[in-house]
């Protein structure tokens, strides 16, 4: 994995970030991968004019993996405010996952939420029904909070919810 180039996003990317959001999150292709959340929600993880707010936003960025032409990653990373960060959208080929990538990217979300917003700590929120990603998730040191945030049912943008227990729970972790 050596050369993988991690570099921020530009509005450019934004079809190829559209595209590797949907394999990873939606649909069937995303079955491929252990990260699909084809069976909570079908419809559109994001669209273009998302991806798009977010790169026009100061305290937002996405964070890309590359090997040559091909984008094989990427990540979300905002600022919260008061010493804390957060990252989300965490999106790996799934044809390539579990090879390492996804830590890679991870660990790059946390430098650039350091070096860009003086973060201290790291929050995530995760669908309580992705045990495994929990457990992967807790492997790199976070831990829930106990903190939940509702799912946004009646707003398509992010998702058709397949069914009505959707939440979030909130995980943390402190930054070295």
Same mark, same amino acid.
């Given at each position: 994995? =050596?050369?993988?180039?991690?570099?921020?996003?530009?509005?450019?990317?934004?079809?190829?970030?559209?595209?590797?959001?949907?394999?990873?999150?939606?649909?069937?292709?995303?079955?491929?991968?252990?990260? =699909?959340?084809?069976?909570?929600?079908?419809?559109?993880?994001?669209? /273009?004019?998302?991806?798009?707010?977010?790169?026009?936003? /100061?305290?937002?960025?996405?964070?890309?993996?590359?090997?040559?032409?091909?984008?094989?990653?990427?990540?979300?990373?905002?600022?919260?405010?008061?010493?804390?960060?957060? !990252?989300?959208?965490?999106?790996?080929?799934?044809?390539?996952?579990?090879?390492?990538?996804?830590?890679?990217?991870?660990?790059?979300?946390?430098?650039?939420?350091?070096?860009?917003?003086?973060?201290?700590?790291?929050?995530?929120?995760? !669908?309580?029904?992705?045990? +495994?990603?929990?457990?992967?998730?807790?492997?790199?040191?976070?831990? /829930? +909070?106990?903190?939940?945030?509702?799912? /946004?049912?009646?707003?398509?943008? !992010?998702?058709?919810?397949?069914?009505?227990?959707?939440? !979030?729970?909130?995980?943390?972790?402190?930054?070295?």
């Amino acid at each position: 994995m =050596t050369d993988i180039l991690i570099r921020d996003a530009t509005t450019d990317d934004i079809p190829a970030l559209h595209r590797l959001i949907e394999s990873a999150y939606r649909g069937e292709a995303s079955r491929a991968g252990w990260t =699909t959340e084809a069976d909570l929600l079908a419809g559109q993880r994001t669209d /273009p004019d998302d991806l798009a707010s977010i790169l026009a936003d /100061p305290a937002q960025a996405m964070l890309t993996a590359w090997r040559g032409e091909a984008l094989l990653g990427c990540i979300l990373i905002a600022d919260r405010g008061e010493g804390t960060g957060y !990252f989300g959208m965490l999106s790996v080929s799934p044809t390539l996952q579990g090879g390492g990538l996804g830590r890679r990217m991870v660990e790059a979300a946390h430098a650039a939420l350091a070096e860009r917003f003086g973060a201290r700590r790291v929050r995530i929120s995760v !669908f309580p029904q992705r045990e +495994t990603l929990i457990a992967w998730y807790r492997r790199l040191g976070y831990e /829930p +909070t106990g903190e939940t945030l509702p799912f /946004p049912y009646g707003d398509p943008r !992010f998702g058709l919810p397949l069914r009505d227990d959707l939440h !979030f729970i909130v995980l943390e972790r402190a930054l070295a």
